[in-house]
């Protein structure tokens, strides 16, 4: 909701800010043919106060006009709510100024922007650009959050949450997609207010208090919820996270009542990052590859059955077991490649280049041996992606 300032002390804020409308205020006209003048000294105190009157009066107006332009561009929400339009009434030039200033100056240090809520940006354009350039071998991936988040930002009347559930090895990229997201849909990226990360590890280490993490987690769902028309929660390492948690979970992901949304229904995004499944991707490619089929040409149809699979044997994690998977409340699992050799060496390239750090060719191959790579006999697959990268180019540094 618009922030409601005390009023009125802020139109005559503005009134000395602004200059005065051409015509607006000045002295009474002249007297006209057949109207005798006010002689000096014959009681012009009269005359005199209603002039100063009908300027008092013109001034509050031309105040509210004012007040009621600034408030507009402020809060859109609350413009025209009398009915009336104020967009429709023109400055002169010198006036527009001092409101272009004013505007500027106030929305420095406050949230106003056309959304209503400048934390959430939605740059779908800096999203796709970013999953294009910065996010490497992972065609799959790609594709398919950039085409899931567009297709569900751009619903008016959601009916349930967005859930997607990534899977890979570690360092294939899951964690840099999730912050990729959190950066282009939300002003302040991961430290948003309207953005939540959960370790579970971190934040839900003992099983024994699971009744207490269950009422904690919930609790910060609807806080969030309630103070965000859009929100983001991530859940890293998924596949640890205890049964009861993956069960209250459930029933935010479930599907609502057609009279529990509508227009500017608030919408969320789950994303649940595991490493579950890893096994099962990284086998259907090193199978494409043995039969010759180039990586690009890896396809859903290709993994999907054997991730499924993979879900539901699972025996240390009770994640594929839970309703979240079993009853379909995930809309789509992202399946995370294995990386090769030179999606390392752009990983490394990368690295020196956000750090503003000159760099080899050389370099780049030095760094991308230094990884470990599977299976023995193809060394195909960096065991950790690109994990470490970062904290390797240290050792090049001059």
Known sequence: MPRNPRRPLWPWVLLLLLPPLPGTLGHRSPAGPGEAAEEPGSGTAWPAFQDLQEQLRAAVALSRRYWALFSCRVWPATCGQDGKSPLAWSLPLLGQQYLDILTTWYCSFQDCCASGDCRISNNLTGLQSDLSLRLHGQHLARELVLTTVRDYLALTQPDKVLALSFHGWSGTGKNFVAQMLAENLYRDGLRSDCVQVFTTMLHFPHPRLVDLYKEQLLEQVRKTQEGCHQT??????????????????????????????????????????????????????????????????????????RLQAELAASTDSGFGHSRLVTENLIDLFVPFLPLEYRHVRLCARDAFLSRGLPHTEETLDEIARMMVYVPKEEQRFSSQGCKSIAQRISYFLP
């Open 232 to 305: 983001l929660f991530v859940f890293d390492e998924a596949e640890k996270l205890h049964p009861a948690l993956l069960e209250a979970l459930g029933s935010h992901l479930e599907r609502r009542a057609p009279e529990n949304h509508g227009a500017g229904a608030p919408r969320t995004i789950f994303l649940f990052l595991c490493n579950l499944g890893g096994d099962a991707i990284n086998e259907v490619v090193l199978e494409l590859f043995r039969a010759g089929r180039p990586r690009e040409e890896v396809a859903m149809g290709h993994l999907e059955p």
